[in-house]
């Protein structure tokens, strides 16, 4: 095997146990917090079909998909995102979905595009929808699942900026040309959060309007109110709990996607920066779009590794151990081998992460793999141990060591898990 072979490949990654811990520890929240919802979890094959994929995305994208014959001579593709193959979830099975579907997917995804920083060509996807209801409701639960969201990861506050599709493309309609349609205004304009107003302007300019026209769009955004249905929507966040400060209306919130038709919203956190960290909204004809079967949705997905990233710069992730609560350490005696896989049986009965040396070393070895691994807690089983009953119990934190019974270490242990 040559060195070449030991490396991953471009656009993936390797999680080390540690990383692995803090990224499930992320997922296990957010879990929870859409489970609290009334979500339930939806899981897709990585291998779809190639033509249920292909044509969906448009032609761009197309190329990012990646596609091969299987031995079986059919065409397949991997997974590229989560909608389309909700897509023909919706269809094959509309008879057994309830009427109104609330389901959340947290899956990785595979995209053969170009490797560079924040960028992967595995990456998760982290997705939460309701599917058949156009109600107001419906869009107002899933801004307080992200307040909910963030708030169980520990943020302080959170900033959802939200605005009407309908809203700003009946507002632009006025400034649209032959040369130049709303949907290519919209993209423009969902640059500038990351452009100056004057950048814009030459980008639409570029495109085909008049300066005149271009500066009249940018003033049109400012006069812009919320729609009734947003303040719909607003009203029933609010009686759900959502924080009056949470919501910002953003009238020159766009969303580059087409296929929005209603609200549309934006997921920032105020203490790190001003990227999103998220995002959704309405898009009642994209599943007919996609699959044939109508049915109107709202959802919103999060980025799962900027989320993560963000958590560890923060320090919300709490600190634990990769693996084990506890290590049984053991004398080279067989019987304290014995001795130490029976205390290792009623630790794991108990629930308790248990490790067991995989040899009789030395003992500080022995301490020397449980620092190494952050195992909170290490047991002794030495021929002292054999015959008081009373095992050495070491707290790897503080160096403390005292002399338990095994009922002693099993009370103190689920009384450290509570604390």
């Known amino acids: 095997m040559t060195k070449q072979n030991l490396q991953t490949l471009k656009g993936f990654r390797d999680f080390l146990p540690e990383e692995a811990r803090q990224r499930q520890y992320v997922s296990d929240q957010i879990k929870a917090v859409f489970e609290i919802y009334g979500f339930a979890s939806l899981q897709t094959p990585t291998l779809e079909y190639a033509s249920l994929l292909l044509g969906k995305y448009g032609e761009e994208a197309d190329k990012l998909v990646y596609t091969f014959e299987d031995r079986g001579g059919r065409q397949v593709g991997l997974r590229y995102d989560q909608t389309v193959p909700t897509a023909r979830i919706l269809s094959q099975y509309q008879n057994e979905l309830p009427k109104y579907f609330r389901r959340y997917q947290i899956q990785n995804v595979f995209r053969a595009d170009k490797p560079q920083k924040g960028r992967y060509r595995e990456f998760t996807q982290c997705d939460c929808d309701i599917f058949g209801s156009k109600d107001a409701l419906a869009d107002a639960e899933l801004l307080a699942v992200v307040e909910a969201v963030f708030k169980k990861l520990g943020f302080t506050s959170t900033r959802i900026e939200f605005n009407d599709r309908q809203l700003l493309m009946d507002n632009l309609q006025a400034f649209v040309t032959p040369e130049i349609d709303v949907f290519s205004i919209i993209q423009s304009i969902d640059k500038l959060d990351k452009q100056s107003p004057e950048e814009i302007i030459e980008e639409l300019t570029d495109k085909g309007l008049t300066r005149t026209a271009a500066e009249a769009v940018l003033g049109k955004l400012d006069k812009i109110e919320m729609s009734p249905i947003l303040q719909k929507i607003v009203q029933k966040s609010y009686a759900l709990g959502v924080a009056k400060e949470t919501l910002v209306f953003n009238p020159k919130l766009a969303r580059g996607l087409d296929y929005y038709t209603g609200l549309i919203f934006e997921v920032k956190i105020p203490e790190y920066g001003n990227s999103s960290v998220g995002g959704g909204g309405r898009y009642d004809n994209l599943i007919e779009d996609l699959s044939g079967y109508s049915m109107p949705a709202t959802g919103f997905a999060l ?52 490790e067991v040396s995989p040899k009789p070393d030395k003992l500080a070895k022995q301490f020397k793999v449980a620092e190494q691994k952050k195992i909170p807690f290490v047991i002794v089983v030495g021929t002292n141990e054999l015959k008081t009953g009373n095992f050495a119990f070491k707290n790897m934190a503080t160096g403390e060591q005292k002399f338990c019974s095994i009922e002693e270490i099993l009370e103190q242990l689920n009384s450290s898990d509570q604390d």
């Open 303 to 354: 980025g799962f590794d900027r989320v993560v990233e963000i958590c560890q710069a923060m320090n919300l992730i709490p600190e634990a151990s990769t693996s084990a609560t506890v290590q049984v350490s053991f004398f080279e005696d067989e019987a304290c081998q014995d001795k130490a896989l029976d205390l290792a049986r009623q630790l794991r009965q108990a629930e308790i992460k248990t």
